[in-house]
């Protein structure tokens, strides 16, 4: 089996089993899914839309690339999915994305799913907010998600005024503008939380391990020839999240795992985080929301947040960075909890209540 067939028959698994049952679909917050039908494209890179209760838009996540590890003699099965978020016209974050975006959002391209009527209209490089890295060790029955992202994704724009520094002709902006600057890390987490449940609940295994890492981010630049370039910029923060499911062969830590785990360990990477466990909130200044269930997101603006002033939230926008960790002298934002549905779908009920859909 090829890694696109293994992806598309896992992610549809996934899908179908989970969203069969009740209360999977009401404690991962899922109203729908489906896959998204467009020709060769999509023959080539299977897609699905979701849509969660917790986020207003919808998403769209890809295969975009996929195969077996061959340092691994074939073992190791490694899918990279992108993550686009459609926004909805009546959540605040809306205005944050580009002018293109929100037209395309509100006109004839996107129907009332809010999804688009045709993927083949929308540009590929519009409404994206990560990626999520499946891998899956075959031996050891052992499955990896990671999920990637920047917390600012910021694009500026090109100004004949503007000076040109560097061999790749980027600009230099002063007084920099941002026709695009949302939340990413905060946007794409949703999906991200909801796919480890579904994993656990498919696979009837737990997290062992959750590691959180950061580096220093980038912005998008126009460069003269209207080619987009990054630079590295230190407001901007790249995270990366992996969560390590148990394995279903073994206790000890395969050599691939440590493998794995230790690409987040090093440079250029700098661990934030690295826990066996649930992490619960231990705050009494923030309020869970989500009918009292410790959610994978924190409902607060900044007028009423209680976080200290490294934080940098965008207003109106459920953030799950809430908590400050010091990291070499330099406070970095964290998980303020990790949903704990990562650990209980994995022992959930596999059956429908009722046949005919009662209660």
Not at 12 to 31: H, N, P, T, W, Y
Not at 49 to 73: C, I, K, M
Request: overall charge negative; proline content about 6%; aromatic content about 12%.
């Amino acid at each position: 089996m090829n890694g696109e067939s293994f992806f598309r028959s896992t992610i549809g698994s996934m899908i179908g089993q989970g969203f069969a049952v009740d209360d999977v679909r009401e404690k991962l917050f899922l109203k729908g899914a489906s896959e998204v039908w467009g020709g060769e494209e999509m023959d080539a890179h299977p897609a699905w839309y979701f849509w969660l209760a917790n986020s207003p838009g919808a998403y769209r996540l890809q295969l975009v690339d996929s195969g077996r590890l061959d340092e691994h003699t074939g073992s190791v099965m490694r899918g990279v999915f992108s993550v686009k978020y459609y926004p909805s016209p009546l959540e605040p974050v809306f205005s944050h994305f580009s002018p293109v975006e929100q037209a395309l959002v509100v006109g004839e391209t996107f129907d009332h799913t809010n999804t688009p009527k045709l993927e083949a209209q929308v540009p590929e490089n519009l409404f994206s907010v990560g990626t999520i890295e499946f891998i899956r060790d075959l031996v050891n029955k052992q499955s990896f998600l990671t999920y990637t992202s920047l917390d600012r994704l910021r694009f500026h724009n090109f100004s004949p005024e503007l000076n040109r520094v560097g061999e790749d002709q980027s600009t230099f902006i002063e007084e920099p503008s941002h026709p695009r600057q949302i939340p990413a890390w905060d946007l794409g987490y949703p999906l991200f939380d909801a796919s480890v449940g579904l994993h656990a609940f498919l696979m009837r295994k737990p997290p062992k391990r959750v590691i959180l890492s950061r580096q220093s981010g980038f912005d998008f630049f126009e460069n003269n020839t209207g080619d987009l370039v990054q630079r590295d910029s230190e407001e901007i923060v790249f995270k990366s999240l992996m969560v390590a499911f148990n394995p279903e062969c073994c206790e000890k830590d395969s050599t691939f795992e440590q493998s794995l785990t230790s690409q987040l360990l090093g440079s250029p990477w700098t661990p934030i985080l690295d826990t066996a466990a649930p992490w619960r909130c231990r705050s009494d200044s923030h309020q869970h929301t989500y009918n009292g269930r410790l959610g994978s997101q924190i409902n607060h603006g900044h007028e009423a947040c209680a976080c200290t002033d490294g934080h940098r939230h965008m207003p109106d926008v459920k953030t799950t960075s809430c908590r400050s960790v010091n990291v070499d002298g330099v406070i970095w934002e964290v998980p303020l909890a990790f949903n704990e549905q990562w650990w209980l779908m994995a022992e959930a009920e596999q059956f429908m209540k009722s046949m005919c859909g009662c209660h």
